[in-house]
């Protein structure tokens, strides 16, 4: 996720101390690159004198903290449509140039569409379709996608794995999204 | 045909991560600002403990907030300060020394916000206000409160928060979750209702979060939002527990005003209609129909009724939690002070000498802006 966290003392804090420290780098830089003796306490101190405001009165970097979570969701909401575009126009389209694996035909007027089904033991009643793979829920995304691709022989769309980290990445709550199951206490 | 498609994926998609190096680089610095800052939030956090550790059992109401708490308390969001007096109630006022008495569940806890931010510490005018209030209530628990402090309640203003999202369906519930609850019971049917508290023991009740969850928040809407047979019990239990306080209130000399808090969902009609499709047919559900049955109600039995909806808006809550943030708070102290100094201005045209004689039932709240 490339937006910040919601606004509150400590996230403002911690944003005020990355701000110092970033600065402090480029003040050093700045130094070492003049020649100025001893860069690096220099831009310490600077560094330091940078974040206090937010240290000591979080709510001044309020302003600074929504200007850059705007323009992260922004660009979260751009780069995701290109994205998506991207991986569909080139990587999509050209897979698809390979064909179909769906044999559609008109049934003959004796012959039956239906798919027979497995009967599945007792104890599967409860998950009544078949999981031969059952994973663990903290495994994440990754290793169902490969398994999942390798056993149901679309292997290629490993190759989409690098996109849908990214759209991953750059997923972000939109301002008016309601959290899907609020488990608040009211 | 698989190699084919494989040899073809390869070529695409290393071409496609060329086009799309550049979107990945300038994400780069937005992904380490965000990762960063969540990392050194851990640093600054202060130790916090959940809402369940700050609240004790007791045998009247099933739980309340522990006397004298100085903590932070953890939330979807981050942690809040909590600071309780010898009673376990928020806030620097005490019960005997207030001009007005809030009542109410987690909102009028101040659940989200520091005590400084809360609207009981935010009232100009001088308005000295305590609020009752603990995260979970319902409305039967705030009414057996209202009857326990009426000896103090005369000639104070009592402002009841009706939270809309939970508390008229719960009032029907023997239990929040793990914790057993006092709650409303028809009597065979005969459509009065009387109060239960035997049950209300310090053991868990058997809640079952996976397999609970669900059904309650759908009940719940289905109870509050729509015309059911449900929600007619509901309303029904509801004006039973109005009627008993206004009693109480007009017992004790204290006048009652009712405000209903409307769920963050209730005010967007985007994220209303999301919510109702979300539980079922958003045609089957109403969210005026609250404030509507709670207006009826308060007119039967002569007491003000504000809609909450009418004075908040959507970005007066916590988006990812669904309480008040500051904003929230700042709107709701104000509308208690409007209320306040109406109340003393009617009783000073009605009666200069008498105590506060109350607000009309369909007077309308000026904010004083």
């Known amino acids: 996720m490339i937006t910040l966290p919601p606004s509150d003392p400590v996230c403002l804090r911690s ?59 922004e660009f979260a909401r751009w780069s995701g449509l290109l994205l998506m575009v991207i991986s569909f126009y080139i990587v999509l389209v050209a897979v698809g140039r390979t064909g179909s694996y769906l044999k559609l035909h008109q049934p003959d007027s004796d012959e039956s569409s239906w798919v027979p089904r497995q009967t599945l033991a007792p104890k599967a009643y409860q998950a009544q379709y078949p999981n031969t793979a059952r994973l663990p ?5 990754v290793f169902p996608f490969v398994s999942w691709a390798v056993r149901s022989g679309n292997f290629w769309a490993c190759f989409l794995f690098p996109f849908i980290w990214l759209f991953s990445a750059l997923d972000s709550p939109r301002e008016h999204d309601l959290p899907s199951d609020i488990y608040t206490l009211f | 045909m698989k190699t084919a498609r494989a040899i073809l994926a390869i070529i695409s998609s290393l071409l496609g991560l060329l086009i799309v190096l550049p979107i990945a680089a300038v994400a780069v610095p937005f992904w380490a600002v965000a990762f960063l800052v969540r990392r050194c939030s851990n640093l600054f956090a202060p130790p916090s403990k959940t809402w369940e550790s700050i609240i004790g059992f007791d045998k009247h109401v099933g739980w309340k907030p522990n006397p004298n708490l100085d903590v932070y308390c953890s939330f979807a969001v981050g942690a809040f300060r909590v600071k309780t007096d010898s009673h376990g109630w928020r806030g ?8 007005a008495l809030v009542l109410g569940d987690s ?8 005590d400084e931010n809360a609207f009981f510490s935010l009232t100009n005018s001088g308005l000295h206000v305590k609020a009752i209030g603990s995260p979970g209530y319902n409305m039967v628990q705030e009414v057996i409160w209202l009857d326990k402090v009426s000896t103090q309640l005369s000639g104070k203003l009592v402002v009841w928060f009706i939270c809309l999202g939970n508390d008229l369906y719960d009032n029907l519930q023997p239990n929040m979750q793990n914790y057993r609850t006092p709650f409303v019971r ?6 009065t209702w009387e109060i239960v508290t035997t049950h209300v023991r310090p053991e868990t009740w058997h809640y079952n979060v996976e397999r609970d969850f669900q059904k309650t928040r759908d009940a719940r809407s289905l109870g509050t939002f ?10 029904s239990a509801c004006e039973f527990l109005i009627e008993k306080a206004t009693h109480i209130c007009r017992q004790a000399g204290a006048p009652l005003v009712i405000v209903s808090i409307p769920s963050m969902s209730q005010l967007d ?19 005026d129909l609250p404030d509507q049955k709670l207006q009826a109600i308060c007119k039967k039995f002569e007491v003000m009724f504000v809609p909450g909806s009418k004075y908040l808006s959507y970005t007066d809550y916590i988006l990812e939690d669904g309480h008040w943030n500051e904003k929230g708070h700042k709107r709701i102290a104000k509308l208690l002070s409007s209320l306040y100094q109406q109340s003393v201005l009617n009783s000073a045209r009605t009666d200069p000498a008498s105590h506060m ?7 309308a709240v000026d904010l004083f802006h």
């Open chain 1, 15 to 73: 944003f005020s101390v990355l701000i110092g420290a970033f600065g402090a780098l480029l003040i050093v830089a700045f130094l070492f690159l003049s020649g100025t003796d001893s860069p690096l306490s220099l831009g310490a101190a600077l560094g330091f004198v940078l974040s206090l405001p937010g240290l000591l009165w979080p709510k001044v970097m309020s302003w600074p903290y929504r200007a850059w979570n705007k323009l992260a969701l």
């Open chain 1, 137 to 141: 829920l903290e495994t994440g995304f």
């Open chain 2, 92 to 99: 620097q006022e005490d019960l005997t020394g207030c001009q």
């Open chain 2, 107 to 114: 909102f009028a806890f101040g659940f989200g916000v520091d």
């Open chain 2, 186 to 191: 028809e009597i065979n049917g005969t459509g």
């Open chain 2, 226 to 235: 729509s015309r059911t047979f449900l929600s007619e019990r509901v309303y």
């Open chain 2, 269 to 287: 009609a985007d994220a209303w209609n999301h919510w109702a499709s979300r539980i079922g047919d958003p045609k089957l559900f109403d969210r």
């Open chain 2, 357 to 363: 004689t109350g607000l009309k039932p369909d007077q």
